[in-house]
């Protein structure tokens, strides 16, 4: 059987080790497939061994990828753009690519299995209210083998690119396949939003207890609250505040 390859990316200090740590532990739990699990970093202190890990690519369009993340209104997570080259990591066949601030709490085989050879992406939740095409990048699937020209077209002209996804890597990389028919969105059941899908509508957030969706495969926790912050119960405005996630708590955790 082919070994799978699931990927993700840490850099910078806005999250300590065990993010990546506890993401691995929950696809080794859901995933049932012989699979890698690669992080491309640039520090690796503290991750488990069960973790591969690469050095950040550095690439010829540093100086712009960098401006593009900094500058005010242009921030975007364009780093991603290098998980998109043919041979990085030698990576074959089908690649399940994740942000490292989601919970995985179901079965992944069917995220591998659906629509095959195309870019999967769930539909964005705003672009979705808005009846607009966008996807969301907290977790892709793709394949570095029919997906390169996400990488070639961005390196040949960096600024050119993002202007045109007004910004937005997840745009960029759903809207590109999209142009060109390689694309197609998860089933929006299998990947929920915490802040979106799991939190009651107020008041009822204020007594009752985030739900784990049906059928939910992977958590993401885009925005506020994050996982710590869900689990104890999050105090923001009234309206995002939540009680404590205490079934979170099963599947966020570190390999035993």
């Known amino acids: 059987m082919t070994v799978a390859n699931v990927v993700c990316i840490k850099w910078g200090d806005k999250y300590p080790a065990y993010y990546v740590n506890r993401l691995c532990a929950g696809v080794r739990r859901f995933l049932a497939r012989p699979h890698r699990f690669i992080c491309f970093t640039d520090d690796a202190e503290g991750l488990i061994p069960e973790v591969e890990v690469h050095?950040?690519?550095?690439?010829?369009?540093?100086?712009?990828?960098?401006?593009?993340?900094?500058?005010?209104?242009?921030?975007?997570?364009?780093r991603k753009v290098s998980l998109f080259k043919p041979g990085l990591a030698d990576m074959q066949g089908p690649v399940l690519g994740f942000d490292i601030d989601v919970c995985i709490t179901g079965p992944l085989d069917d995220l591998f299995d659906f629509a095959p050879g195309k870019m999967c992406m769930?539909?964005?939740?705003?672009?979705?209210?808005?009846g607009l095409p966008g996807g969301h990048g907290s977790v892709f699937r793709y394949d570095p083998a029919r997906h390169g020209y996400l990488y070639e077209e961005f390196a040949a002209d960096p600024l050119a690119a993002a202007d045109r996804a007004k910004y937005s890597e997840q745009k960029y990389t759903s809207m590109t396949t999209q142009s060109r028919g390689d694309f197609a969105f998860f089933p929006p059941q299998w990947i929920a939003s915490f802040k979106r899908d799991a939190i009651p509508f107020p008041p009822l957030n204020l007594f009752v207890e985030p739900r784990l969706p049906a059928d939910t495969r992977v958590m993401c926790f885009h925005g506020k609250p994050k996982m710590e912050e869900a689990v104890e119960g999050y105090r923001g405005d009234w309206w995002r505040t939540t009680r404590p996630a205490q079934w979170l708590n099963e599947f966020w955790s570190e390999i035993e």
């Open 55 to 78: 050095p950040l690519p550095v690439e010829p369009f540093e100086a712009e990828m960098m401006r593009l993340m900094t500058e005010p209104k242009r921030k975007g997570a364009w």
């Open 122 to 130: 769930r539909r964005e939740w705003r672009e979705a209210r808005r």
